[in-house]
């Protein structure tokens, strides 16, 4: 039995107070020690409402990214209970909206912050390292909360957080969103790294399947059997030599311009840099037939937001080791 | 006149089955270039036509498409089966790319080693019926409408109705305990594109056999 609260009305009536700038608004409920999206209490674990189930399977209703807010429509008595049952156990409520870039004020609660992405995934950088790239390309703080045990993995599981049981996991936008690469075309679009158009847009989706393909080889090999991680890295560099370095060195050698797409920084020129970082972690002369990724290395290390998240002390991971390798196998127990 | 898509794959499902029934379901009528040989596939990619020397590759809109994935964005954005904004998309692609670690799982089975077959079709049975159909399921109860994401058909549920005609293949009894994903196959099954698909003589392709294996053994190099 859902529990009403006053929040009916106080959803609608931020609902409708919202300005046709505002980029989303989100309820995250706080309370110490208790995350909503973490530590649903028993009593309440058997409800759908109020977990993490539906708030990733529908789009939190009140927030209307990208489409004109429509402020006549008031939210219907599910989406209010919807958010209202998320609440329910907490002691405090911050009501989050953000304007992009900004931080606004809502009147009727104290020390509001804008609500960062947070991340959920093991301290290392397999498949959310890409994630953190593009965040910290687009100058996003972000939080991070890292899986150390199994049972910390099983929770997130038993809330409902997970669509199908697995990290990645990112709270963005009022969204549970997990799969990658979902999380990163969300991502990408979100910060306009998605080029100008349809046809850009379908370059940067190849050119990055390309990079992402060649960088799974690498993000596997610390988990096979001594004699396959030997093979995988040598076809590693074969295939980045052979198959994917030359590529994007004729993109740019065709077109001239600084960037892989459009003449403009995209999600594109990110991955490819990264993906030339971790191969150079294998072969530090792999670029030496490659002048224009040389250059183009340089290029995009000294944008002010890729050049602070390469320095020491940033949210960058460390490549793996056998910690981290151990790590994750007694976690996802394979 | 416009040119139709041309689909360069050999003449299997594969990774291009997805892209067939995108297409089609959109009402598109494509043309498919079938590798025959390890020549083909040489001439392909000597002429420059595959970026990452691989099919498929889908020529459309005066472009040499690579990347599957990339491909398939490319027509849902086209042909308006992506959703209507950037959240929608965001789910779209959340529920779609689980699929597609299902439907690999079962694309891959015919080249496992005959040893080893029994394990992994228990792993994709448990898998399909603990991790991925209760997803799906779960999503349609919760919204309880036609179709997967924003009440509209996506891509989402096109490619959802191919898995499960895909899973049914493997096990049909695999589905058993899902009633609206019963219902969602049957009601897709029924939109006038996708029922000329579902019907022979249409570009569907059949299960893979060991002569595709051998085939694709041959014209692959593996």
Redesign the interface.
Request: net charge positive; charged share 30%; aromatic share 8%.
């Given at each position: 039995m859902l529990p009403r609260l006053i929040s009916n009305s106080w959803a609608q009536g931020v609902f409708l107070a919202h300005p046709p700038n505002v980029l989303l608004l989100q309820a995250k409920a706080t309370a110490p020690g208790l995350d909503m999206t973490f530590g649903t209490p028993a009593a309440f674990q058997a409800e759908?409402h109020g977990d993490c189930?539906?708030r990733q399977?529908?789009?939190h209703s009140l927030?209307q990214?990208?489409?004109p807010p429509d402020a006549s429509k008031a939210p219907t008595e599910l989406q209010c209970r919807m958010l209202c049952a998320s609440w329910y156990f907490s002691c405090s409520l911050e009501a989050h909206i953000v304007v992009f870039g900004e931080r606004v004020k809502e009147n009727s609660e104290p020390g509001i912050m804008a609500a960062k992405p947070k991340l959920y995934y093991f301290h290392g950088r397999g498949r959310m390292e890409s994630i953190r790239w593009l965040l910290a390309a687009a100058g996003v703080e972000f939080e991070e909360e890292f899986l150390e045990t199994r049972e910390q993995y099983e929770k997130l599981q038993k809330d409902g957080c997970l669509?199908?049981?697995q990290v990645p996991l990112v709270e963005v936008?009022g969204?549970m969103?997990?799969?990658?690469?979902?999380?990163l075309?969300?991502l990408a679009?979100?910060f306009n790294f998605y080029g100008k158009d349809?046809?850009e847009?379908?370059r940067i989706?190849?050119y990055v399947?390309?990079t992402l393909?060649l960088m799974a080889m690498i993000m596997l090999a610390p988990f096979q059997r001594p004699e396959e991680k030997q093979e995988t890295l040598a076809s590693v560099i074969q295939k980045a030599k052979a198959?994917?370095f030359p590529?994007f060195e004729k993109i740019l050698k065709d077109h001239g311009e600084d960037f892989l797409v459009g003449n403009k920084f995209s999600w594109a020129d990110i991955q490819m840099l990264e993906a030339i970082l971790m191969v150079e972690e294998l072969n530090a002369s792999v670029l030496s037939d490659f002048p224009l990724l040389k250059a183009f290395k340089t290029r995009i290390s000294n944008i002010p937001t890729i050049k602070k998240f390469l320095q020491p002390g940033s949210q960058r991971k460390p490549p793996p080791d056998a910690h981290y390798v151990d790590l994750v196998s007694n976690i996802l127990q394979f | 006149m416009a040119g139709k898509p041309k689909l360069h794959y050999f003449n299997a499902r594969g990774r291009m089955e997805p892209i067939r029934w995108l297409l089609a379901a959109a009402g598109v009528e494509f043309e498919e270039q079938f590798l025959e040989s390890a020549e083909d596939l040489e001439k392909l990619k000597n002429d420059g036509y595959l970026m990452f020397q691989q099919v498929p590759m889908v020529e459309i809109d005066g472009m040499k498409l690579v990347q599957s994935r990339a491909i398939l964005n490319y027509i849902a954005s086209k042909y308006d089966l992506y959703g209507k904004d950037l959240k929608e998309r965001a789910l779209i692609d959340m529920y779609t790319e689980g699929m597609a670690d299902l439907y690999e799982m079962i694309l891959l089975l015919p080249l496992c080693r005959p040893e080893e077959k029994d394990t992994k079709i228990a792993l994709i049975q448990e898998k399909t019926k603990n991790r991925y159909f209760p997803a799906f399921e779960k999503v349609l109860k919760s919204h309880e409408q036609d179709y997967l994401v924003g009440n509209k058909l996506s891509r989402a549920d096109i490619q959802l109705v191919e898995l499960l005609y895909f899973v049914e293949e493997l096990d049909p009894s695999l589905i058993s305990s899902f009633p609206l994903l019963q219902a969602l196959k049957t009601r897709i099954s029924n939109l006038p594109t996708l029922k000329k698909f579902l019907q022979p003589g249409s570009p569907r392709k059949p299960p893979t056999n060991a002569k595709s294996v051998e085939e694709a053994r041959k014209i692959f190099k593996f």
């Open positions: 759908d189930s539906l399977l529908k789009p927030s990214a990208m489409a669509l199908f049981g936008d969204m969103l997990t799969q990658t690469r979902a999380i075309s969300y679009a979100k349809l046809k847009r379908v989706d190849m399947d390309g393909d198959r994917y590529v | -």
